[in-house]
């Protein structure tokens, strides 16, 4: 993982706007906003979430930040961009890291930094972030988190009336395929159809049970195939 601080050359107190965590398997961005950080110098994009009181950035939204401030996938004469910046293909990443994630239409740019340099509050949301996720009946979710709790949610309320999701709730198989997404940052069914750590962690109604105990109960109900096929063969034989 990379982490970068984003920091606007024009603010005389240095202090970062946003952080920049990259995940080089996923090819993966996810932005993380401060607690205190200020609508008026966070960058426009992300300045829409935080007014709704969003710290944690999706990584469709996060993509969509990085994707403005690189050359564009369908530049012309793209091919030769690339060769004169001795990249053999498009990388987002590394597009991004030749100008410190500069560009004409603002004073942001990134400057790397360690895990131990991010403020205190993200020890915090670190263990706010998912575990693991179980599809209910009824569009029902149990949604596991790093620091014991374990909430059940109702995809209709925590949709709301986002319409993107109307798939996922009419059709079954759709909502058994949820995920977690990278290094736990919410819940996913594809790459732009989310739900961020915070949001979850938020709502929904506690359920007193640990991943230990679920763990537990799984191991003592579900038989393996070996116990399933002694099953099978037992029955076949009254």
């Known amino acids: 993982m990379k982490i970068f601080a984003v920091r606007d050359e ?4 240095n202090k970062a706007v946003a952080y920049l965590f990259y995940y080089e398997k996923e090819k993966r961005f996810y932005i993380e906003l401060p607690e205190e950080a200020d609508p008026w110098e966070t960058p426009l994009i992300l300045s829409s979430f935080l007014k709704k009181g969003q710290k944690t950035i999706s990584a469709y939204w996060s ?6 401030r690189i050359v ?4 012309q ?7 004169d910046n001795g990249l053999d293909f498009y990388d987002e990443y590394k597009l991004l890291t030749m100008t410190n994630g500069r560009c004409s239409q603002d004073s942001y740019y990134l400057e790397p930094i360690s895990e131990k340099d991010l403020p205190k509050e993200f020890v915090k949301r670190n263990q706010q972030k998912v575990e693991d996720v179980i599809p209910l009946p009824e569009n029902q979710l149990l949604v ?3 620091d014991g709790c374990v909430k059940k949610h109702d995809l209709v309320q925590l949709a709301g009336t986002d319409k993107r999701f109307a798939p996922v709730l009419r059709n079954e198989n759709t909502f058994r395929a949820v995920n977690v997404e990278t290094d736990g940052y919410g819940i996913c069914w594809g790459e732009n159809l989310c739900i961020e750590c915070g949001k979850l962690y938020a709502a929904g109604k506690k359920v007193p049970l640990s991943m230990e105990e679920f763990k537990c109960f799984v191991r003592e109900r579900v038989v ?3 116990e399933a096929a002694e099953e099978l063969h037992v029955l076949n034989r009254m």
């Open 224 to 226: 393996d195939s070996a």
């Open 72 to 75: 564009p996938s369908d530049r």
């Open 10 to 13: 024009d603010n005389t107190t």
């Open 63 to 68: 993509r969509i930040w990085v994707q403005q």
């Open 144 to 146: 596991f988190f790093r």
């Open 77 to 83: 004469n793209l091919g030769m961009i690339l060769r």
